[in-house]
């Protein structure tokens, strides 16, 4: 029985590291430009490289494994490539890319590797349904999941990412669109540097240190992302340093240590976004005048907004602890509200007095908190608070065509089939 065993794992230890006969790279370097090259299934280890229009396309089981330290795949100063149905591995970068004009990515899996794709000096690129899968290492330890560096026309789309860095690492690039990812378990979900021209949208950013990161980045759109349980101590859901011109909006953003918090940054409209069980939903630091966070959502938030002296507006937002009336009759609040609390400033320096929430002490110091700056005209303030929360979300809307032509079908048959019992 020992020797049956012993050659049984024997037999299992060589299928683990036997290698296709395919030659990988003589196909690529045979092929002519616009050619489909078929890899058969199979695992295939060393450093391929491409450097001609043409695509890769894999079989289910075909696995590309990289030598030592160098990309198991390098795709370099050519045009239209397409990368597909591929498991790549290796020590350091799964996929290296770079002064491509027009590559596609798409359905592959990547695992075990320092970092998923690097993309650099390129433009026209499109990354999506790759999966890209980190180790329980430290973040200082892994590399990014998709990096794309000094390039333009950027899309990344449909990709799951998790364990890793910065699960989409953005740095000097012009027009990208980063939508429908989702990254979990990472340092930053989605992280934009020097960047013009972006917009991150129907992303889920879920249990990162950070959800979105955005630094030294102009003109950006940032709409209908689920940003959640970012809660450690540097968490945030989004966090915007340097920023001019951005918009948040319809994004649903809960259980986060801090929900936005917006430093040194102008013009940032964030509007109709639900904020919902974050310890601080709103944080401004050295934001100019003109940001302004307008019809949003404020549920069950334990401090609403901060900031410094200069202070941000707040127009027409809904607040959970609002007990203003409205005799109006107008769907507004006939006072302001106050979003200043001092039981918030101390429970964010020491979360431990989180656990006195809803106490007596703390609902009066509150109170007193609504009385005593309601003569404050420049801080956190909001002269108009909605007293209905704003529905944000289109999906939620009822589509009143279907709802007639449900009901009208719905009375044509109790109709017909009255008229056939009469009958």
Request: glycine share 8%; charged share 20%; aromatic share 8%.
């Amino acid at each position: 029985m020992k020797k049956i065993g012993f050659a049984l794992l024997f037999f299992l230890f060589m299928s683990q590291t036997v290698y296709a006969d395919f030659d990988m790279q003589a196909a690529i370097d045979a092929a002519r430009p616009g050619e489909i090259v078929h890899i058969p299934a199979g695992r295939y280890q060393g450093n391929f490289i491409v450097t001609k229009p043409i695509t890769l396309q894999g079989e289910e089981g075909t696995e590309l494994i990289g030598e030592r330290d160098k990309p198991a795949l390098r795709i370099e100063n050519t045009a239209k490539v397409t990368v597909e149905n591929i498991t790549l591995s290796g020590k350091n970068k799964a996929i290296v890319a770079s002064d491509v004009d027009g590559l596609e990515l798409r359905k592959l899996q990547i695992k075990d590797v320092h970092t998923g794709v690097h993309i650099q000096r390129s433009k026209n690129v499109r990354i999506h349904e790759v999966n890209v899968a980190g180790s329980e290492a430290h973040y200082s330890q892994k590399g990014n999941g998709v990096a794309v560096f000094k390039s333009e026309d950027i899309t990344i789309e449909g990709n799951t990412i998790e364990r890793v860095q910065d699960g989409i690492y953005v740095e000097e690039v012009t027009r990208v669109v980063v939508q429908r990812n989702k990254v979990t378990s990472s340092r930053y979900g989605t992280h934009f540097m020097y960047t013009s021209d972006a917009e991150a949208l129907f992303n889920t950013y879920l249990h990162n240190v950070t959800g979105l990161m955005i630094m030294m980045t102009t003109d950006i759109l940032l709409e209908n992302n689920t940003v959640a349980n970012h809660f450690d101590f540097n968490g945030y859901g989004m966090l915007l340093y340097d920023v001019q011109q951005a918009k948040i909006k319809l994004n649903t953003i809960k259980n986060n240590r801090t929900g936005v918090a917006l430093q040194k940054s102008s013009n940032i409209q964030i509007e109709t976004n639900d904020f919902q069980m974050n310890q601080t939903a709103l944080e401004g630091t050295k934001v100019n005048g003109d940001t302004t966070a307008s019809s949003n959502n404020f549920t069950g938030n334990i401090l609403t907004a901060r900031s410094d002296k200069q202070g941000f507006q707040l127009v027409s937002n809904y607040y959970d602890d609002y007990s203003g009336i409205d005799l109006k009759d107008n769907g507004f609040g006939d006072i302001p509200y106050v979003a200043v609390s001092s039981f918030g400033q101390w429970m964010v320096r020491q979360p431990v007095y989180q656990y006195f929430v809803a106490s007596p002490s703390v609902i009066l110091l509150t109170s007193l908190d609504q009385q005593i700056n309601k003569t404050e005209k420049n801080m956190l303030i909001d002269n108009t608070p909605r007293l209905v929360m704003k529905d944000t979300k289109e999906k939620n809307k009822v589509n009143m065509v279907q709802m007639l032509v449900g009901l009208f079908l719905t009375l044509s048959s109790l109709w017909l089939w009255k008229r056939g019992i009469t009958e």
